[in-house]
Structure formats: C-alpha cells, structure tokens
C-alpha cells in the first residue's frame, strides 16, 4: 500500500527527508512504501541537492495539502505563517500532520492540538525538539509513569556549535556563526539561536510535554549567548565550570487553585566540568530529564543539520504509515489519544526561587571593597561559595571580583545586587549569570 508522503519546504531538513524517501535500500522495510508525491517551494529555480521529477515540485503549499494524492503533510517550511494556516488545512483535511516546527508548536500548539483531536488525526513533532534525539516520544509515553521534578538540556546546535568551537580553537564569533549557518544548523533568522528564542520555543514544548499542559511562551525569561563577554567563559573556567547555553523546566508545587507552577527560562549558564551536561560538545545536544521514581535519564545526541532532522522526521512519518499498516484505517487517532487531558500550568514569579549565581563585578582595587561586597550580600541571607579577585590591569580603579553563591532566593539575590551596585567602589555589574 503506497502512502503519499506531501513536503511543505526543500531547505535544509526537507531536502534531507526527500533523500531518505528516494533511497530506500537498507531501512525499515516501510519507507518503500513512502511515496513522495508533491513538494512546495519557494523559488522553483533554486538547484537543489536532491533530483526530483520537475512535475512533483510547486510554488503553491496549498495545492500540496489539497492533493489528493498527499496521504500525509510534512511542513518543514519554518516561519509562523502560512506554516500555521498550512498544519490547520490540513487537518481539517483529515491529513496526518509531521512538522519540525517549533516556533509554531511553541505558540499554536495548543490550537493544534486540539483541532487535531477535534479531526481525530495525528500531528507528529518529534523533529521540533533536538534535531536526531528521541525526546518527544519518550517524554510522552516511556517517562510517563514518572513524576517529573526537572527538564534540562542544551537545546539548541547552533549555539553549542559557537561555544565550543570558541572554547576549544579561540574561533571568532562571526567566523563560527557562518560555518553553522553554511552547515544547516541555524535558523533562517540566526537571532533565534543566539538569542536564545529558539531554546525558548523548545523548552515550551518539553515543559507541556513534562509537565501535561502549555505554557505562555512569551513570558519565559531568554538569555542568549549574544549578551555573554568570553572573558566570563575565561573566568568560568579557571573556577572549575563550563559556560552552555542551558533551557530548563523546573517544578514548583501546585498552588492553591490546582495549577502546575513551573520555573523555565534560558539562560547561558554555569556548568559544574564534571556535570552532565558539560561534556555536551559541538552541534550535539543534550536533555536531562529527572523524574520520580525513575531518577536521571540523558538523551544525547545530533541536535541540528539534515540528516538528523530528516532521521526524527521520517520516524514520525513511519509512526503514521505502521498505524496505517496495522489497522487499514487512515492513520486516524484512537479516542484514547483524541481525550483531551492538559493540566492546567503557569510560570512562577522568578524571584521567589532558588538559584545559585555567578556574578563579575568591575570594582576599585582598594582595601576593604571585598569586605563590603560580601556584605551586601550577608545582610540579604545571600551565602557565598567562593568570592576572587582576578588580576587587574594594575590600575587602582580596575579591579575585577567573581562571586559565586550557593543557592540563594533569586529576590534576595537581586536586592544584594542592587545595594551592591549603589556601592562607591563598584563601577559595575559586568556579568550575572546562573550555575547549576
Ligand atoms: P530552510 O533551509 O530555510 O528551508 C525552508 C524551505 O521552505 C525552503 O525550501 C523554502 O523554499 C520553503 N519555503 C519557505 N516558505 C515557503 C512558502 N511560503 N511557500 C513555499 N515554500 C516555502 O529551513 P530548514 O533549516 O530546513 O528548517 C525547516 C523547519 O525545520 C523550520 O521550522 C526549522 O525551525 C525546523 N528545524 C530545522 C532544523 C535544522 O537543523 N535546520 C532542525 C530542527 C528543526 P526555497 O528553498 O525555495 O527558499
Ligand atoms: N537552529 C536549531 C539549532 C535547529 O541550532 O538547534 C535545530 O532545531
């Protein structure tokens, strides 16, 4: 039985989905079945790296939801619309739905969902989150006994890819960012990755996943690795921790109404250099997820470029075409998934909760302006790991003071970091990132 395979976008992850429909030697006896029947894009003259039968491609992504021929819509455009409108067409078609998109999933998806239900269709999202690693399925279904305490990874390749390569070669910024745009890894817009919106729309998604309901993606407190000064990677270092960009999740209780407070944000982050997450190198990504009664599982892996994109999109779309093997029905959802079971979730207020920090204060090199430092932060409770002066210039109105603190009430925190400020000596807060 052929299943007509129709593809919204021949970029990066499209082209290397359409390479694993047309060479189907050696994998899951499956894709043989997997026909690639429509694909639309943007401008029909680009080359692409894939050959295709001239009649298959097309300009208009609404011909390709409406053929009839398409049994299955794959949108790997990207971009919020049409790719939104395109998803909703085609459920509304009753077409099983695989979509890499993030940026949608993470603001519609709740909308999608439920049209989805309403249909009683599948809208498939594996790819949206860590590129050729396993998370969505595993979160939905092999974790699911678990209470979940904790969500974290590095969640976006590109930045991981910048860090390291600046880490480990002294690489320039500018260089790195377009070796991993030339390698498919960033986004069309880059801002997305270094601005940390990117990691931002993934943690929504693992943070409903996890945790059973959506959350507003607008109000996730994002840090990117644009706003990071390497002398703190430099500093960061010599004080025994690496610097990733980390997006976690984290549970806070339930308040008095029944609703899931979550603490998520994005924020490049200290990691201890024997945490798990610090050996996390290159375009690799890495989710943490610690969970009751099953404790911490990693899933590690390719997080961006083709063919791992390709390799989690394909999974989805042999998960369609099994269910459609196994039942001869159209790949339609069983009741069972169709009931609509979201909790209700919401960001807690991030000042009431506990983070430890790193913190680069510009000072004057005089006597006692460690002393008052410390403090400030003694009279908000705020309790110092380490405090180091590092060396100056030999300028007695340049001095540079690391602090680290244990884990402190994050409005603690920032008042000691206010009265901190407001000292003579201190000409500024340079740096003020978490550590785990
Ligand atoms: P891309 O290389 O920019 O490809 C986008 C494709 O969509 C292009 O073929 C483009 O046509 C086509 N397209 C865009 N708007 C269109 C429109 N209005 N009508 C018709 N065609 C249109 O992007 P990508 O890197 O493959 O990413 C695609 C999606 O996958 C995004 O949502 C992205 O966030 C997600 N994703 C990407 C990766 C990755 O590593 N790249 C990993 C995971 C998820 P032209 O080629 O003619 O311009
Ligand atoms: N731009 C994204 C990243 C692609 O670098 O992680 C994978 O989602």
Redesign the pocket.
């Known amino acids: 039985m052929t299943i007509g395979i129709g593809l ?7 082209a290397g989905v359409a390479e694993i429909l047309l060479t189907p030697e050696g994998r899951h006896p499956l894709v043989a079945d997997l026909a690639l029947k429509r694909v ?4 029909l003259n ?1 080359p692409r790296p894939v050959d295709l039968p001239a009649e298959i491609l097309c ?1 208009d ?1 609404e011909a390709v939801v409406n053929d009839p021929a398409v049994d299955i819509v794959v949108e ?4 919020l619309e ?2 939104r409108s395109l998803i909703l067409a085609a459920i509304a078609a009753g077409k099983p739905v695989v979509t ?4 949608v999933i993470a603001r519609y998806g709740e909308e999608i969902a439920e049209a989805a239900a309403k249909q009683g269709v599948y809208v498939l999202i594996e ?2 989150v860590g ?1 050729g690693i396993p998370i969505i399925e595993p979160l939905k279904q092999s974790l699911g006994g678990n209470r979940i305490q904790r969500v974290s990874g590095i969640i976006n ?1 590109t930045t991981n890819y910048i860090l390291s390569r600046m880490a480990d070669e002294g690489a320039a910024y500018d260089a790195v960012l377009a070796d991993a745009q030339r390698l ?2 960033a ?2 817009d880059p801002a997305a990755d270094v601005e940390g919106g990117d990691a931002a729309d993934k943690i929504a998604i693992l943070t409903g996943l996890a945790f059973g309901g959506s959350i507003d993606r607008a109000a996730i407190p994002t840090q990117g690795i644009n706003s990071l000064d390497s002398c703190d990677v430099t500093y960061a270092a010599q004080l025994g921790y690496v610097v990733k960009l980390v997006a976690k999740a984290q549970y806070q209780g339930i308040d008095p109404a029944g609703s899931v407070e979550l603490d998520v944000r994005v924020s490049p982050t200290l990691l201890p250099k024997d945490h798990p997450l610090a050996g996390v190198h290159g375009v690799n990504n890495a989710i943490l997820v610690e969970g009751d009664p099953v404790g911490r599982v990693m899933f590690y892996g390719p997080g ?3 063919g791992p ?1 390709a390799s989690a999109v394909v999974a989805d779309i042999l998960n369609i075409a099994g269910i459609r093997a196994a039942t001869g029905a159209s790949g339609q959802l069983d009741p069972l998934l169709a009931a609509n079971r979201w909790r209700s979730c919401q960001l807690v207020d991030p000042g009431e909760t506990l983070q430890r920090y790193y913190v680069r204060l510009q000072t004057g090199d005089q006597a006692g302006v460690i002393g008052r430092i410390g403090s400030c932060f003694g009279d908000q409770g705020v309790s110092i790991r380490s405090i180091v002066q590092f060396e100056t210039s030999g300028d007695p109105a340049d001095a540079e003071i690391v602090v680290i603190t244990h884990e402190v009430l994050e409005r603690n925190f920032r008042q000691a970091l206010a009265s901190i400020k407001a000292l003579p000596d201190v000409n500024a807060v340079c740096a003020c990132l978490p550590t785990l």
């Open positions: 919204l976008g021949l970029g990066t992850v499209g639309a894009v943007r401008d680009r300009s992504p790997v455009m990207g971009g049409p790719a890499a998109n993030k940026a790819a949206a590129g390749g498919g890894y986004e069309a961006a470029g083709a994109t």
